[in-house]
């Protein structure tokens, strides 16, 4: 499957932003999916994932209540809603696909496949 991410920009702290990530081919709804970020000079790190049908969703401390990951299978495109975002949220987004349908992990080694990053900047 390959992915391909969009979204991202440049807000003012306590804005949104929604970024998206389509995915190619007929079996997206067999992965789980995630979201990860990475900031400068830091490793990459969990942010959001979300089973196979959408009805469980994970996330980071650092984003729980802020941020909401959905998915639309029909679409073959799974969301992430940023809400309340704050400088520390500054990265590179990068969205993920697992073949292990009905786990969320939140290793970046739980993950299969990889789109190429959107950045985000929040300015404070």
């Known amino acids: 499957v390959q992915l391909q991410a969009s979204g991202g920009g440049l807000v003012q702290a306590g804005g949104s932003l929604r970024l998206s990530c389509a995915a190619s081919?007929?079996?997206?709804?067999?992965?789980?999916m995630g979201w990860f970020r990475q900031a400068p000079g830091k490793e990459r790190e969990f942010v959001a994932g979300?089973?196979?049908?959408?009805?469980?969703?994970y996330y980071a401390d650092s984003v729980k209540g802020r941020f909401t990951i959905s998915r639309d299978n029909a679409k073959n495109t799974v969301y992430l809603q940023m809400t309340s975002l704050k400088p520390e949220d500054t990265a590179v987004y990068c969205c993920?696909?697992?073949?292990?349908?009905?786990?969320?992990?939140?290793?970046?080694?739980?993950?299969?496949?990889w789109g190429q990053g959107t950045q985000v900047t929040v300015s404070s």
């Open positions: 993920a696909a697992s073949i292990w349908s009905t786990v969320v992990n939140a290793d970046v080694s739980g993950y299969h496949y």
């Open positions: 081919g007929r079996t997206f709804s067999s992965y789980a």
């Open positions: 979300i089973r196979w049908n959408g009805n469980n969703a």
